[in-house]
T-cell receptor, first 111, second 114 residues
């Protein structure tokens, strides 16, 4: 079956670095997405990985290892506004190219 | 470009009542999705449209939920009759094509069934 796992909650300090992990077991892998979702708001796109390696975009980076079924989202120079849920999603060719979603990781930033 | 428009933003109804949500996707986006997101969980796909045709509605509780996308543009999702467990945020998303780079979400409708 299709399954995505990520930690339920993480806490980090303002100005620090945090890594949010995501592991997946899916068939027909066709890309991995990270979305940010602030409380009461819709998810917004952060990053997309389809090949192995690191994709960097400002303070945020995302890494993918397809052989290990593993990804992480790295957030640097944390700001209070980064407090949100971070959703990992995998696109599957075997599911009409739909995104299969993890439950999200709630990130709490402390001063 | 304008984003995905959804209405209403909030809705409170009693169980057994009916409710409808509306979504207007980004212009030109062929694929439209309706998701249900319960607090603390990831989005759960209810139905996927490609233009005005249904691609996947396997997780749509068809005894009470229905959706349509007439003319391949805007879409409505209806619940009739509502149950307490339908309390959730209903998100609409659109993308250019099935293999699009990602989805753009609307602001969602927060439904409370009492």
């Amino acid at each position: 079956g299709q399954n995505i796992d990520q930690p339920t909650e993480m806490t980090a300090t303002e100005g620090a670095i945090v890594q949010i992990n995501c592991t997946y077991q899916t068939s027909g892998f066709n890309g991995l997405f990270w979305y940010q979702q602030h409380a009461g708001e819709a998810p917004t796109f952060l990053s997309y990985n389809v090949l192995d390696g690191l994709e960097e975009k400002g303070r945020f980076s995302s890494f993918l290892s397809r052989s290990k079924g593993y990804s992480y989202l790295l957030l640097k120079e944390l700001q209070m506004k980064d407090s949100a849920s971070y959703l990992c999603a995998v696109r599957s060719m075997d599911s009409n190219y739909q995104l299969i979603w993890g439950a999200g990781t709630k990130l709490i930033i402390k001063p | 470009e304008a984003g995905v428009a959804q209405s209403p933003r909030y809705k409170i109804i009693e169980k057994r009542q009916s409710v409808a949500f509306w979504c207007n996707p980004i212009s030109g986006h062929a694929t439209l999705y309706w998701y249900q997101q319960i607090l603390g969980q990831g989005p759960k796909l209810l139905i996927q449209f490609q233009n005005n045709g249904v691609v996947d509605d396997s997780q749509l509780p068809k005894d009470r939920f229905s959706a349509e996308r007439l003319k391949g543009v805007d879409s409505t999702l209806k619940i009739q009759p509502a149950k307490l467990e339908d309390s959730a945020v209903y998100l609409c998303a659109s993308s250019l094509a099935r293999q699009g780079d990602g989805y753009t979400f609307g602001s969602g409708t927060r439904l409370t069934v009492v």
